[in-house]
């Protein structure tokens, strides 16, 4: 029997035995991202485990069907991931999907991966049905929104603020940015190659 080759470099829906390495990337991408944006008392409560226990439930029991997790693989270790679902906001509609989360590993930007991850997102949501894309960023998340800005992604003028302790001592500002999905990508700028944190 002859072995197929294995692409060095993919994307494919996550398993419930990626949920520790997706947990590992989200602690470091959020170190990383958010370490002059949160107060020190709350980077210190960043946790793998804790968020790799969270992955596994999304992904072994998603609220619905159009709820998914990607990851973004080198060589078959996880360095990156995303979720997609329908959009939650109060003025979405039936075919506005969101980008939940997306994170790289610092130690692995430059190597095409976001890229990689934000086009295989983009075929997640079409074939879910849906013709538009929302992702909240923080203010402040440069590097994501200089990642997402030339691949056809921009602001609208909806933002919000998050209560992270639930006593106004420590918030992020975020905003919210959009695209329209049925856009041919090939038409798009070309995504920068850093991918973001």
Known sequence: MVEQPVADKSVRTAWAADAEAIGQVQAR???????????QALLNQID???FADAWRQAVVRPPSAQHRVLVALDHGNVVGFAATAPSGDP???????EVAAFHVDPDAH??????RLLAAVADTLRADGFTRARIWL???DDQLRG????????ADSAHRTLDLTGDGSATL????LHTD???DPAESAAAPADPPG
């Open 29 to 39: 991408a959020w170190m990383r991202s958010y370490h002059e944006l949160l107060p």
């Open 48 to 50: 793998a485990m804790t």
């Open 91 to 97: 003025d979405a509609g039936p075919y506005d999907g």
């Open 110 to 115: 430059g190597h095409g991966h976001g890229s």
């Open 138 to 140: 923080v203010v402040g």
């Open 147 to 154: 990642f997402l800005e030339p691949a056809g992604w921009a």
């Open 173 to 176: 500002r975020q905003v919210r």
């Open 181 to 183: 999905l049925d856009t």
